[in-house]
């Protein structure tokens, strides 16, 4: 069947170039002795040529079309959904439970660190807490006597000062409990511990672990990174001119690891500046689950671009020559030696994206698209007319 129609577009080929011959480039007429010379971009059928090439007319539409954009990119996961965990005062590790890969959840021990330092501030607070509590007594006590002229205003300044600063230690040493874990409400002189747990702060699993036990670890030092999944995004990698194609609320489908499971997203910004090599960044959410998933994965997405509506025509009736595309839209008729011709002419556009069997075309300034009666079936012959018009004799 496929020999068939190839046959078939053969003959129909060749027939046209047979009667194009006659009429196309220079043409003699009967009544006079000059040559028509027709211009470059002018092809000239009989009305039986117009029959035979199936020429069909239409108009330029204005439709809403959609295209895909092939992008790749990366996973990534919003900073409050990645944690770093470290422990302010150092110390070594007494035990570790975790690996790679376990599921936590947030407030959950992931070790325990010890540290003499650990004693020095809870030895500390508590002796500033049993301070503060005889400063105050005695500084409501010369209130009482300053005002009943009792208590001279220097005393009273000195024991206010004292009442303050061990009120700040206090306060600080409050702050230091906090950094390391411990409660400073439900601390008490039976309580003093030289090991403290190392919590995770939000749920996920666990990254890495970068400890054992007996190290000492410093206050700089990563204990354990914990990621939650649950929320990813992708930072997808577009070419500058695409840059208008995209916006907030569009979706996206991808892949991930040569894997045939389609995974969804949705576009929440996009980039506000272009870098150094004109590319531009767009950022989605993942939606639903993606067990597979991880971040710092490589993806292949398509991102279904914004609809707009835009002239577009039949993809059929566009035609490429020379790495160009071109339409046919009709110019005139006339009539020669007492037989009908129809003149069509070959305009250079650009096309758009395709969608549902039409394509988007750009056409020349000034061209104007509500009276242009353009060739929608039957330009491929047209445009083979054109390349065999005047290498064949009659």
Same mark, same amino acid.
């Given at each position: 069947?496929?020999?068939?129609?190839?046959i078939?577009?053969?003959?129909l080929?060749?027939?046209?170039?047979? %009667?194009?011959?006659?009429?196309?480039?220079?043409?003699?007429? $009967?009544?006079?002795?000059?040559?028509?010379?027709?211009?470059?971009?002018?092809?000239?059928?009989?009305?039986d040529?117009?029959?035979?090439?199936?020429?069909?007319?239409?108009?330029?539409?204005?439709?809403? %079309?959609?295209?895909?954009?092939?992008?790749?990119?990366?996973?990534?996961?919003? $900073?409050?959904?990645?944690?770093t965990?470290?422990? $302010?005062?150092?110390?070594?590790?007494?035990?570790a439970m975790?690996?790679?890969?376990n599921?936590?959840?947030?407030?959950?021990?992931?070790?325990?660190l010890?540290?003499?330092?650990?004693i020095?501030?809870?030895?500390?607070?508590l002796?500033?807490?049993?301070?503060?509590?005889?400063?105050?007594?005695?500084?409501?006590?010369?209130?009482?006597?300053?005002?009943?002229?009792?208590?001279?205003?220097?005393?009273?300044?000195?024991v206010?000062?004292?009442?303050?600063? %061990?009120?700040?230690?206090?306060?600080?040493?409050e702050?230091?409990?906090?950094?390391?874990?411990?409660?400073?409400?439900?601390?008490?002189?039976?309580?003093?511990?030289?090991?403290?747990?190392?919590?995770?702060?939000i749920?996920g699993?666990?990254k890495?672990?970068n400890?054992?036990?007996?190290?000492y670890?410093?206050?700089?030092?990563?204990?354990?990174?914990?990621?939650?999944?649950?929320?990813?995004?992708?930072e997808?990698?577009?070419?500058?001119?695409?840059?208008?194609k995209v916006?907030?609320?569009q979706?996206i489908r991808?892949?991930?690891?040569?894997?045939?499971?389609?995974h969804?997203?949705?576009?929440?910004?996009?980039g506000?500046?272009?870098?150094?090599?004109?590319?531009?960044?767009?950022?989605?959410?993942?939606?639903?689950?993606c067990?597979?998933?991880?971040?710092?994965?490589y993806v292949n997405?398509?991102?279904e671009?914004?609809?707009?509506?835009?002239?577009?025509?039949?993809?059929?009736?566009?035609?490429?020559?020379?790495?160009?595309?071109?339409?046919?839209?009709f110019?005139k008729?006339?009539?020669?030696?007492?037989k009908q011709?129809?003149?069509?002419?070959?305009?250079?556009?650009?096309?758009?994206?395709?969608?549902?069997?039409?394509?988007?075309?750009?056409?020349p300034?000034g061209?104007?698209?509500?009276?242009?009666?353009?060739?929608?079936?039957?330009?491929?012959?047209l445009?083979?007319?054109?390349?065999?018009?005047g290498?064949?004799?009659?």
């Amino acid at each position: 069947m496929k020999t068939f129609k190839l046959i078939s577009y053969t003959i129909l080929t060749i027939s046209l170039s047979l %009667l194009v011959s006659c009429s196309g480039g220079k043409k003699t007429n $009967p009544e006079a002795s000059e040559a028509e010379v027709l211009p470059p971009d002018i092809v000239e059928l009989r009305a039986d040529q117009v029959k035979l090439a199936n020429i069909v007319t239409g108009s330029i539409e204005m439709r809403s %079309l959609s295209g895909n954009l092939k992008v790749n990119g990366t996973v990534g996961v919003a $900073p409050q959904n990645l944690a770093t965990v470290c422990m $302010p005062f150092g110390g070594f590790v007494k035990s570790a439970m975790l690996m790679p890969g376990n599921a936590v959840t947030k407030g959950q021990t992931l070790a325990i660190l010890e540290n003499q330092e650990f004693i020095d501030i809870q030895l500390n607070y508590l002796d500033a807490k049993s301070k503060l509590e005889f400063a105050e007594a005695e500084y409501q006590r010369h209130t009482e006597l300053y005002k009943e002229d009792v208590y001279s205003a220097k005393n009273l300044q000195k024991v206010t000062s004292e009442y303050k600063s %061990l009120k700040a230690q206090v306060k600080a040493l409050e702050q230091k409990l906090a950094l390391i874990g411990i409660s400073p409400e439900n601390l008490h002189e039976a309580d003093i511990s030289r090991s403290v747990a190392v919590v995770s702060p939000i749920s996920g699993f666990v990254k890495s672990v970068n400890i054992n036990i007996g190290k000492y670890v410093a206050p700089t030092d990563v204990l354990f990174e914990i990621v939650n999944s649950d929320k990813l995004y992708l930072e997808l990698t577009l070419f500058e001119k695409d840059a208008d194609k995209v916006a907030a609320g569009q979706r996206i489908r991808f892949f991930i690891n040569n894997e045939t499971e389609q995974h969804d997203a949705v576009i929440y910004q996009t980039g506000r500046s272009v870098s150094t090599d004109k590319t531009y960044k767009v950022y989605a959410t993942v939606t639903g689950a993606c067990k597979n998933l991880l971040p710092g994965m490589y993806v292949n997405a398509s991102i279904e671009a914004s609809a707009i509506q835009t002239a577009s025509l039949p993809s059929e009736a566009i035609v490429s020559f020379d790495d160009k595309d071109y339409i046919f839209i009709f110019d005139k008729n006339k009539e020669e030696g007492g037989k009908q011709f129809t003149e069509y002419r070959m305009v250079e556009i650009q096309k758009g994206v395709t969608d549902d069997g039409f394509t988007e075309i750009r056409l020349p300034e000034g061209f104007d698209t509500e009276k242009a009666i353009v060739v929608i079936k039957g330009a491929y012959n047209l445009l083979s007319a054109k390349k065999n018009a005047g290498e064949m004799s009659c």
